[in-house]
């Protein structure tokens, strides 16, 4: 069991294989954080909540509460009461007022995790994580908050999440809740987040913590192209293999908050929730509200670590898509290949010279449905359009599938087009304040799916189409941000509850999607990578990554993704040069080795690039079936960063019993006078020999890992190769 309660020290300890959280009780009651790092053998440490220091507890001291709760380590903190850090709970009274202090009543501790009402969650079996409730309450409020704590102990990872339960007499409003909370002493933390924009994408952040609050965070209704729900705090000499890491990241696709707060006392307070600007959820008595999950890790060993820590986790316990490991299909999208100009012949000769080449699916993408041409109309009013699909869907998926290949498709549910049927019919679903006219962005506005009737039109429309024909993938697509925060459906005192209900909307509708039809492969996207977050990953185990496909922009936008998720869920396509967006032209070699750290794909017009790449399709393609089940399931490895400034990339998937390994490459800008670069392999058997595939050259693991492998072989800029070395 890896939760244990020691009843004489009102303690619990939270050990994973190589961490351990404790959580001391005071003698009032308070929840008080103890100690979160490195795995200790022992409970112990229940001095660490400074009860004898003064100002002294407020049972013995009344006088000093409030600079007592201002320094106190809480593991929940709540607002109003005199502790003036970020709080974790606010809760607004009948009479107005926000203020609650919550104290603990019992415990309870039992094998498996329970799910999360309407919320994606990690999952895992009774011998794989324990779970820990602490109910507390607020006697004056008649509040009641449920603290979960679940430990997995193999991934070295720790959920959090809290459920408010409203078991007094008066209608109370939540106006923040977040999902965890974590004090501790400062130790020179530096804070890393991944910031971006639209085609850049989770680039990673790093900076030291000044006094004060520093955050990231979204308002903008989905997790978002700029910032990341995710936070690591990480000691000054923190690497890929050295110092200490503690990491949040949040399970949630909307508006949300990841801070952390230095205070006067050099105390650190690192929190993580739904973002609490317009939010206000109204709390009958009777009812509960369930924040969603953070999931927690520590690493004592650097970046590496952690990464495959959260790899791990998220392949085992998030992601629940039959794909999770199974083969994907490589596909062609036509996108960029002839964005909406296409009909049946164009898509059929794609589809083509795409099987002759060994591609296995043919993705149409958007502009096949009401009067799509162009991006400014028709989104809610999903039927084929007959000009372009002349034969229809049904008669294109049997063509596309009597060749061989499967078929897969583009929705955009959660839109509607001003100039649609849909609108003219329902203005109303827009999200939208009554008396102004909402903005407008990509022509489009968002529908009020926190509506069912709304929701119920959105998803029918999409599945009447997948049962008309036998489509395998869906590529769920989101391309607005929101705005004009309100619903013409829900009362005045509950439009501080729509963006919360609209992902709760959101969600339904995947489950619906993937419950009707479990074999589909889903890919969620954004506007490229806008919502690649853990709770889309509960619906789709794979997300498009950018609309960024250019090789190079991509090593920076895939190395911040996979620091924290696995590459099998990376969207990732080889696409035409000059690069659409960045108008760069790079080999295509390098485009199809960085795109193999994903999904791999292709995104361009198979039917008109020339011979010589045409040639080099097979050769991928090959690679790709050899290399798949390795880097869908091995154990990732960052050697160098280009973002590091360094001229060259270069990352490993190294095979979890370390049979194999694949190096990849990429020297980014070629330089005059060098000798050849030194990298220092991983996850390789000090002991064992390794042969560098295609050659006789043989390697001893410790060799390539202490000593290190030589490029010599790599000239140019934009330049890349993939190393093979297979055990002997
Ligand atoms: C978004 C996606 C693209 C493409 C277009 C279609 O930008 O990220 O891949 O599907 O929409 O409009």
Not at 391 to 401: A, E, I, K
Not at 436 to 465: H, N, T
Not at 505 to 519: C, K, S
Not at 551 to 574: F, N
Request: aromatic share 12%; with cysteine.
């Amino acid at each position: 069991m890896g939760i244990q309660y020691d009843e004489g020290k009102r303690m619990f300890k939270l050990d994973t294989a190589c961490t351990t959280y404790m959580i001391g009780i005071s003698d009032e009651g308070y929840v008080g954080h103890v100690y979160y790092g490195k795995r200790l053998h022992r409970f112990g440490g229940k001095y660490l909540m400074r009860m004898e220091e003064m100002p002294y507890t407020p049972l013995v001291n009344q006088r000093e509460k409030t600079s007592f709760l201002d320094f106190y380590p809480m593991e929940y903190p709540t607002g109003g009461v005199g502790d003036y850090r970020e709080s974790c709970l606010d809760v607004r009274n009948s009479a107005g007022s926000i203020g609650s202090e919550i104290f603990y009543e019992s415990h309870s501790i039992t094998g498996g995790k329970p799910p999360l009402p309407e919320l994606p969650a990690s999952f895992g079996k009774e011998d794989e994580v324990d779970t820990l409730q602490i109910v507390c309450a607020d006697p004056v409020l008649g509040l009641r908050v449920t603290l979960l704590y679940s430990v997995f102990e193999k991934e070295d990872v720790i959920t959090r999440s809290v459920k408010i339960e409203n078991s007094g007499t008066e209608e109370l409003r939540l106006e923040k809740v977040y999902s965890a909370g974590l004090d501790m002493e400062n130790r020179d933390f530096e804070m890393v987040s991944l910031c971006g924009s639209w085609a850049r994408e989770r680039h990673i952040q790093r900076a030291a913590l000044r006094y004060g609050r520093q955050l990231v965070s979204s308002s903008k209704g989905e997790s978002s192209h700029q910032e990341h729900p995710f936070l690591a705090l990480v000691t000054p000499e923190t690497t890929q293999e050295t110092g200490e890491i503690y990491a949040m990241h949040f399970v949630y696709s909307g508006n949300f908050i990841a801070q952390t707060e230095r205070t006067q006392f050099d105390y650190i307070r690192m929190v993580m929730g739904i973002h609490p600007d317009g939010f206000c959820w109204r709390l009958a008595p009777g009812e509960s509200f369930q924040a969603p999950e953070t999931v927690m890790t520590y690493s004592g060993s650097g970046f590496g670590k952690m990464s495959r820590s959260l790899h791990d986790f998220y392949r085992e316990h998030l992601i629940r898509s039959p794909y999770k490991y199974k083969k994907r299909p490589i596909l062609i999208n036509n996108w960029e290949a002839t964005y909406f100009d296409f009909n049946t012949e164009k898509l059929l000769d794609i589809a083509r010279e795409a099987k002759k080449n060994g591609i296995e699916m043919l993705v149409m993408d958007d502009g096949w449905f009401g009067k799509r041409n162009w991006d400014d109309s028709s989104l809610g009013d999903w039927t084929v359009n007959q000009e372009k699909l002349t034969t229809g869907l049904p008669d294109l998926v049997s063509q596309v599938r009597s060749l061989g290949m499967e078929f897969g498709i583009w929705f955009e549910p959660e839109m509607i087009s001003l100039d649609s049927e849909l609108y003219r019919a329902h203005p109303d679903w827009a999200i939208q304040i009554p008396g102004r006219v909402p903005g407008l962005s990509r022509a489009q506005y968002v529908l009020d799916i926190s509506r069912k009737e709304v929701r119920d039109y959105a998803y029918e429309c999409m599945a009447k189409i997948l049962r008309s024909a036998p489509i395998t993938y869906v590529k769920w697509d989101m391309n607005r941000q929101l705005c004009d925060i309100g619903s013409t459906a829900l009362p005045a005192d509950a439009q501080g509850e729509l963006l919360h209900r609209y992902v709760l909307g959101l969600y339904e509708m995947q489950e619906r999607l993937v419950t009707e039809f479990p074999e589909l492969l889903l890919e969620n996207c954004s506007g490229g990578g806008a919502r690649f977050d853990p709770g889309m990953l509960y619906y789709s185990p794979q997300i498009w990554c950018s609309d960024d496909t250019d090789a190079i922009e991509r090593l920076k936008i895939q190395e911040g993704t996979a620091l924290i998720y696995p590459l099998s869920t990376i969207g990732a396509h080889v696409s035409d040069c000059p690069n659409h967006i960045v108008g760069r032209q790079t080999s295509f070699e390098t485009r199809g080795n960085v795109a193999l750290a994903g999904t791999f794909g292709y995104e361009l017009d198979i039917t008109k690039i020339s011979g010589e790449e045409r040639e080099q399709i097979a050769g991928q393609v090959e690679n790709c079936h050899k290399y798949r089940e390795l880097i869908q399931a091995g154990d990732y490895y960052r050697i160098t960063s280009w973002s590091d400034r360094k001229p060259y990339d270069c990352w490993e998937v190294a095979a979890k019993d370390g049979s194999h390994a694949l190096v990849t490459f990429v020297q980014v800008l070629g330089q005059p006078n060098v000798h050849s670069k030194s990298i220092r392999l991983r996850g390789l058997e000090s002991m064992a020999s390794y042969r560098l595939e295609g050659t006789e050259a043989v390697y001893t693991g410790e060799e390539l890992m202490e000593c290190g492998f030589l490029i010599r072989d790599v000239k140019g800029d934009f330049q890349s190769k993939l190393y093979h070395f297979i055990r002997e």
